[in-house]
């Protein structure tokens, strides 16, 4: 070979071997972001995916018109002339709801299949003669709807007569297991920690860890839900609002559902640092009770209020569980399934047109100057794609840049929480061209599985999403923009609880305590003017005319952290001296959950004059108490 031919080669040669190590250079991996703190179970991931699902509260309740029963109820009060579950799944899947739970046995203790662990159930009632059973019914119309099935077992039992003893938990995880093995999947096993002890009943040492063992033998894929999980925590509410700050980590150990369970705005806002997994699902019912009664069919709430409770609990990294109960029949109320789907469709409307479709995207950091970390992954509609930065980058921006200029009031992002839950603080910004700068639109603290922002509607091209704090590098899978209707229809039934008097107050005065003017704000018909009185004394009130007593209703601030009446005495007078007790210790139940109006009938009418109305214990268990309305039924 010629020394041209070998200088050639050798040019060729160092070319190409240059070449590789630009390609090996260029094809280097670069290392994903390594998880950071605990992480969801591959369950809890699908379950957080679900976003939105049915409530059902179904039973004895539902006749006696009563939330809570005490287990004394006949059990042929039960006995619903055209159960239909079909109708209620066939709702669900057309509202957009992904599955429903069912309240298999409330604290009565009353079984809607016919348990051979009790002698309080279908079994025992007038519905189909004895042999029908409600969980086959609902499964399998899930199973033909494509819904998942979910259950709610209370571990408290008014009926039972080994509740308060330690052959209680055997026979409640008994029925568990009757209940986990004879209707197929089971997504979720609904718990909560009510316990007779807590309402002067007896008490019952739950064993927790028998129940969770129980449920994962036979369901290992379920979510367990209470105050604590383990699998999904409850709010820490029944309004439907989660905290603006939620963090799905919380903090479990030496807690228990109940009594025992974290404060309420650690339930509503997680643990930052907290060691466990819990996930929030928010939980509301769309009429001011949990099961059915006749005196709220004008009660549902409105589309406006069901897109607020959408924005406070799906648009706040909390799932969605909506209270639906079926009526006498056996069926959800036209009022209620037509409320549903007025909700799907104003859900659609919102949500269907992504205005950032087509923009283009810039970042401050990227990772590894990776594409595959690119910022464009957060619209390309891939769950599983997504832009993160470099380790040491706790705080980036990421710039969007519409196609036209577009106005908008909505802004949906989301973290990859399979990496695990980071950041803590950002802001959303639109560019100003008057002032040549940045100016905040919004901003938030938590993101976690989704976060929706909204805010008064802006017009503008660009805009920028800035984190601003962050435990470890941020990781995000998608950012959506949308320009919302601000309301739906009229508003009817913005205020569910609107007070009511069969007679007018005009006539009525308060003899006793003396409050001056102030008291008479609870007859105002106005629910949010209400009265403190001190020292637990009763309010004694002159009606000014003989009238027939049927009952009267108490409404309770709207604020669970203030003391509303729990348990009262209440008597009538036709001469302001000598008194009839009509109620003795009675008790508002879950009033301070679910502080809404309390109706209660009288067995029989009375005719006075006078009425008294007397606290025996408080939600806050103080001295004081607040009434916001008191009014009587006479009709």
């Not at 069912?102 to 003669?129: M, N, Q």
């Not at 109940?258 to 509503?268: C, F, K, N, R, V």
């Not at 203030?562 to 209440?570: A, D, K, T, V």
Request: proline share 6%; glycine share 8%.
């Amino acid at each position: 070979m010629n020394k041209q031919l070998l200088s050639i080669c050798s040019h060729y040669g160092l070319l190409f071997l240059v070449l590789v190590g630009l390609v090996t250079s260029c094809s280097k991996t670069v290392e994903p972001p390594a998880p950071y703190g605990v992480l969801p179970t591959e369950h809890q991931m699908a379950w957080q995916k679900m976003e939105y699902y049915m409530f059902i509260h179904f039973g004895p309740n539902t006749f006696t018109d009563v939330e809570w029963g005490d287990g004394k109820e006949d059990p042929k009060v039960f006995n619903p002339t055209d159960l239909d579950c079909r109708q209620w799944a066939k709702l669900a899947k057309e509202a957009g709801m992904k599955a429903i739970i069912i309240t298999a046995k409330h604290h009565d203790g009353f079984c809607l299949w016919p348990s051979k662990y009790s002698t309080h159930t279908v079994r025992e009632s007038l519905w189909k003669d004895g042999k029908g059973d409600v969980l086959r019914e609902l499964s399998d119309a899930c199973k033909e709807y494509g819904l998942k099935f979910g259950v709610y077992l209370s571990p408290w039992d008014q009926n039972h007569p080994s509740y308060g003893t330690p052959e209680y938990n055997t026979i409640f995880s008994n029925t568990l297991t009757e209940v986990l093995t004879g209707y197929g999947h089971v997504f979720e096993q609904w718990f909560d920690g009510a316990n007779g002890d807590a309402h002067k009943g007896k008490r019952q040492e739950y064993d927790w860890d028998l129940f969770h063992n129980t449920v994962y033998t036979h369901q290992p894929h379920a979510i367990i839900f209470s105050d604590v999980g383990p699998g999904a925590r409850w709010m820490g509410n029944e309004k439907g609002i989660a905290g603006e700050t939620n963090w799905s980590r919380l903090d479990i150990e030496g807690f228990e559902p109940g009594l025992g369970a974290p404060a309420g705005d650690t339930l509503s806002r997680g643990n930052v640092y907290g060691k466990a997994w819990v996930p929030a699902e928010t939980d509301v019912s769309i009429r001011p009770g949990w099961f059915y009664s006749p005196r709220t069919d004008d009660k549902v709430k409105s589309v406006n209020q069901l897109m607020d409770i959408y924005y406070t609990s799906i648009g706040r990294n909390s799932n969605l569980l909506l209270n639906v109960p079926p009526n006498r029949e056996g069926r959800i109320h036209p009022a209620d399934s037509a409320r549903l789907m007025e909700f799907r469709r104003a859900i659609d409307e919102s949500f269907s047109e992504n205005l950032i479709t087509g923009a283009s995207l810039q970042s401050t950091d990227t990772r590894g100057k990776s594409p595959a970390y690119a910022v464009e992954n957060l619209i390309d509609g891939k769950y599983d794609s997504y832009w993160t930065t470099d380790d040491h980058v706790l705080s980036s921006a990421i710039e969007i840049t519409l196609a036209q200029p577009q106005t908008f009031n909505r802004f949906l992002v989301q973290e990859y929480i399979p990496l695990g839950q980071r950041v803590a603080g950002f802001t959303l910004e639109r560019w100003d061209d008057s002032a040549a700068g940045w100016t905040k639109i919004a901003e938030g603290t938590t993101i976690g599985y989704k976060r929706i922002l909204r805010f008064p509607s802006v017009t503008a091209q660009k805009l920028r999403l800035h984190i601003h704090e962050s435990l470890a590098c941020p990781v995000l899978n998608n950012i959506e923009l949308y320009n919302t209707p601000e309301s739906f229809g009229s508003g009817d039934n913005d205020t569910d609880e609107n007070p009511f008097y069969d007679i007018s107050p005009d006539k009525w005065k308060i003899l006793s305590p003396n409050g001056g003017e102030s008291l008479n704000r609870i007859m105002d018909a106005n629910k949010s003017t209400g009265a403190y009185l001190p020292q637990m004394v009763p309010i004694i009130i002159d009606l000014g005319e003989m009238l027939p007593l049927k009952g009267f209703t108490y409404i309770p601030s709207d604020n669970s952290g203030e003391p509303s009446i729990s348990r009262y005495n209440f008597s009538v007078s036709r001469d302001g001296t000598q008194w009839t007790n009509v109620k003795q210790s009675a008790v508002f139940n879950n009033i301070k959950n679910n502080p809404i109006r309390q109706d209660v009938l009288f067995d029989k009418s009375f005719e006075g004059r006078y009425i008294k109305f007397e606290p025996v214990e408080t939600t806050m268990g103080g001295q004081e108490y607040i009434i916001a309305e008191i009014g009587i039924i006479t009709k």
